[in-house]
């Protein structure tokens, strides 16, 4: 059974960082693409970025803005966002998901599996 669980999450100011993790198991984790989605109030799950098992990475221009950095562990498992210079409109809970045996996609039916999501809020 594969498990996703995110970390990290929480209330920060206008002008902060953080750094949001997601730790995988339950499955031989080669050959995949980790991904982070996010989703605010009253909005549609929206891409963020996604990495693979070499480290390639790709991300969602209009989100991320150079801003966000993703990066992983392959021993531990685990994803990393690196948020940077977050501002309100960042506020979501964001999502980590995985998918086998594909592309970097940006569209979240093509995950097969997803983590319960951590809050994470920017005040101004």
């Known amino acids: 059974q594969v498990q996703l669980v995110e970390s990290g999450g929480g209330l920060v100011q206008a002008g902060d960082s953080l750094r949001i993790s997601c730790t995988a198991s339950?499955?031989?984790?080669?050959?995949?693409?980790l991904a982070w989605f996010r989703q605010a109030p009253g909005k549609e799950r929206e891409f963020v970025a996604a990495i693979t098992w070499s480290g390639g990475s790709t991300y969602n221009v209009d989100s991320a803005k150079g801003r966000f950095t993703i990066s992983r562990d392959n021993v531990k498992n685990t994803v990393y966002l690196q948020m940077n210079s977050l501002t309100p409109e960042d506020t979501a809970v964001y999502y980590c998901a995985v998918r086998w045996g594909g592309w970097m996609s940006h569209r979240d039916r093509d995950y097969d599996y997803w983590g319960q999501g951590t809050q994470v809020t920017v005040s101004s």
């Open positions: 339950g499955r031989p984790f080669i050959n995949h693409v």
